[in-house]
């Protein structure tokens, strides 16, 4: 009888017993990682990047790497609850008894609504649970604690969506375990501005492969995050460097405030990363969240190379139900309408992320014209994509030319990220107008 017919007469799963087989102990590697982990931290506060990223931060980082000297021994069967144990247990730690004690129970609750049997009647009180958390933002609910809805924006804003989606096509019920393993997660307490982390990737990449392969992979994630992090410390403090947007007097000193406004996106790669790295320390095989975006070659491409979690959101939720949906009126127009649909969701998505996060919903017209303008650009740029032997094409570019349309993309993703985070058209202008200023 071979290792699978005899799992399953004991009545473990196929997958559980493939799982089981990756949970192979190495202590020589488990030193090493756990050396390079401490490593790590280390650097964290001699960087003082606490001081910058939040002493919330470090703590979960810290946590989560003395929790994992414990996990990486446990048997199967209990690794996930360890995970949901730490992750819970931490809670109260940094956000509270009362903030934490909501918050459970608000996964809970979310997850006796997905036992109900009817997509319907889910889908109602899902909605009703969401206007819930919108009512309790603008201060309906008066004594639940103010800290409470950032932290419930965090969990349900992007998730929920995505676990109800799954929840739909997927047969039976779901299982507890799952759950709170997707929505309460250790290093969501420490980042409120979270990866979209999918519920079927999250499930598929358990215990994918070996787990001392899939650690080792999350902190060379977490380094080239910290590494991430350090560069953006240093723009960020480096004022003598860089010149204030308000001293500006030649275009020298104009273009090099404008690539260190872009360069400042490093922090939310560097943590992105070194959130998903946490995560692999527990046997969790996601994939990167950003691919290299700086050498994008065209706005396609920059988009599918920046927070890969964020467009994928958008292509399982937004692009494949409007391209379907207008698939009949051809291929191009159908890929155009989707495209310009995942443009209007992500402006109006990363709106009510700012009104859970602040209390505010985002309407300014700066915003509003980046997503726009970028939107334009990128369905654009796909045109020229399906174009035939478009492709073919630009696999032949010889490296200069590559080089160039590099340079170029990133050229113009400079000039629109400076608008995006001016608060006006007209501060931007002002910094547009340097040779203004003399007079």
């Not at 090493?32 to 606490?50: G, P, T």
Request: overall charge positive; some cysteine; glycine content about 6%.
């Amino acid at each position: 009888m071979n290792g699978t017919a005899a799992a399953v007469d004991a009545g473990i799963t196929p997958l559980d017993a493939a799982r089981a087989a990756r949970c192979r102990i190495a202590p020589a590697r488990f030193a090493v990682l756990l050396l390079e982990l401490v490593a790590l931290l280390a650097v964290f506060r001699l960087y003082r990047l606490h001081e910058l990223i939040g002493d919330g931060f470090f703590t979960v980082a810290a946590i989560g790497v003395g929790a994992f000297a414990l996990h990486y021994w446990l048997p199967l069967r209990l690794k996930e609850p360890c995970f949901i144990a730490v992750s819970i247990g931490a809670l109260p730690a940094l956000f509270g008894p009362a903030v934490a004690a909501f918050a459970i129970g608000a996964a809970l609750l979310v997850y006796a609504i997905g036992c109900a049997a009817s997509n319907r009647a889910r889908l109602a009180l899902l909605l009703a649970f969401a206007a819930a958390c919108v009512a309790g933002r603008l201060g309906a609910l008066r004594p639940l604690p103010e800290e409470l809805w950032p932290l419930l924006g965090s969990l349900f804003l992007f998730r929920l969506p995505i676990w109800a989606y799954d929840r739909a096509h997927a047969r039976g019920r779901p299982s507890l375990k799952d759950h709170l393993a997707y929505f309460l997660q250790l290093p969501n307490w420490g980042c409120l501005l979270y990866p979209v982390v999918d519920f079927h990737t999250q499930r598929k990449s358990f215990l994918a492969r070996d787990q001392n392969d899939i650690a080792q992979q999350g902190v060379a994630w977490m380094a080239r995050g910290l590494l991430q992090l350090v560069i953006y410390t240093w723009l960020y403090n480096a004022r003598d460097w860089f010149p204030d947007p308000f001293l500006i007097d030649d275009p020298l000193a104009l273009a090099a405030c404008m690539v260190r406004v872009y360069l400042l996106y490093l922090r939310l790669s560097g943590t992105f990363h070194f959130v998903i790295g946490l995560l692999h320390l527990f046997g969790y095989d996601l994939p990167e969240t950003h691919r290299r975006w700086l050498l994008s070659s065209s706005l396609t491409d920059f988009w599918r190379r920046i927070n890969v979690y964020w467009k994928d959101f958008m292509v399982k939720l937004v692009w494949f139900p409007a391209y379907f949906r207008w698939r009949r009126a051809g291929e191009k127009r159908a890929q155009l309408v989707a495209t310009a649909l995942v443009f209007v969701a992500t402006w109006f998505l990363h709106a009510v992320q700012t009104f859970f996060a602040t209390g505010a919903f985002l309407w300014r017209a700066t915003d509003l014209a980046f997503w726009g303008i970028l939107g334009a650009l990128v369905m654009g740029n796909l045109a020229l994509e399906l174009r035939p032997g478009a492709a073919a094409r630009a696999a032949a570019l010889a490296p200069p030319a590559r080089a160039l349309r590099i340079a170029g993309t990133a050229a113009l993703l400079i000039v629109l990220w400076s608008m995006w985070n001016a608060p006006t058209f007209a501060d931007w202008f002002d910094l547009l107008t340097w040779w203004k200023a003399g007079s």
